[in-house]
């Protein structure tokens, strides 16, 4: 009796304990089925072999084709019916992904190294260079040059130090030439593309700064704040950042801008905007133009007396503009300067007609700080 009692307590034991080592059995086989998972993903992603900034079989197409840029063609064959390529000077254009052609190819991939060396060599060698005119085919061509970079990381998926090196300077590219090529024709210059490019980039910086600890991480979220202010998804990002990013100084004064623009006081924005250096000023710039036109609003409500005078020079500084040009801005929107003197009045405010003011005449905040900055030390960041 008692042996079948102990029989029975060891069989019901086992029965208890049975679902405790599947379940630690079918916990155990996930992990080891994610892990494989994980190897053959790693397996699947293809790496780049090709070493130069041009796989050697596009740069012979081009060049059979007669599709070299003039920036990639050898010297001393520039007058030639069909001028040969500079291998040191050919950098892979990017292509649109088309049914049937296979992109993934390890030898028309660029490994991480090779892809910052492309993009050191397009920021000193193009972009910074004295010679090479005008600048919006240069910017067309780095643009055109460091999509093709994005694109070979896409498809490797890189990541770490050499993604975030590629992305910081295309991010302080897009940045300056939203600011260097403001005015131009559309034909040469569409604002709207290079916001999507700076728009898509910045969020991928932004992405890779999650993990680890990164240097420039505060100057990139500062810039990203100004460049988007009033947004509440910048905004939002922005809160949500750790105590000791947002504490900074560079952080503190984007987190001032950008509270002086969503209580509409631009007084106080434009005061804060001596604070900031070149490429702050260039993030900023886009939003000036509104800037200005909610002050003389703000002007023409708060002052709108007949007998009221205000000095055109005082109004000049608050702006930030010089005279002249405050004069223009001030008869545009339909406010009254009389000799040295500015008459605001609420019923006079008017829109200025489309296209009446080019946003390239109101640089004077950015352009002043530009002093003797190259251009390869502002994408460089080495200001």
Known sequence: MNNKRASCRVSHSRRRGQPVERDWRQHHNQGVWREVQEERRQE????????????????????????????????G?????????????????????AAGKDSTRPSDLRPPAVLLKTV?????????????????????FVFDRL????????????????CV????????????????????????????INDTHLQESLSWL???YTSGKHPNQEEFQALGLLYNLGSSRATQHTMELPE??????????????????????PVRLLRLAH??????????????????????LIYSHGHSSKNCRFPLHKLAHILALDVPLTNQLCQAHGVEVHGNSVVFSKTSFTEPEAGKLQCAHFHDLVDRKQRDLTVGSIIHGCT
């Not at 520039?78 to 001028?83: A, G, L």
């Not at 490429?279 to 002050?295: F, K, W």
């Open 44 to 75: 699947s992603i293809p790496r780049g072999v090709c070493l130069s900034m041009c796989p050697i079989r596009e740069l012979q197409d081009r060049e059979a084709q007669n599709l070299l840029h003039r920036f990639e063609v050898l010297s």
């Open 165 to 192: 090196a590629v992305l910081e300077r295309t991010v302080r590219f897009l940045i300056y030439a939203s600011y260097r090529l403001c005015g131009e024709p559309l034909r040469l210059y569409d604002p709207r």
């Open 275 to 296: 604070s900031l250096d070149f490429l702050q000023s260039c993030a900023l710039h886009r939003h000036l133009e509104t800037c200005r036109r909610d002050l003389l």
């Open 77 to 97: 064959t520039e007058r030639e019916r069909w001028p040969r390529a500079d291998p040191s000077g050919v950098v892979k254009e990017y292509a649109r992904p």
């Open 206 to 208: 932004l992405e890779c």
């Open 244 to 265: 000791r990013i947002r504490s900074s100084p560079v952080m503190h004064l984007a987190l001032s801008v950008s509270r002086a623009f969503m209580e509409r006081n």
């Open 147 to 162: 999509r093709s970079v994005r694109q070979d990381m896409i498809i490797q998926r890189v990541s770490g130090a050499d």
């Open 120 to 140: 050191f060599y397009l920021v000193d060698n193009i972009a910074a260079s004295p010679t090479l005119r005008p600048w919006t085919e240069v910017y067309d």
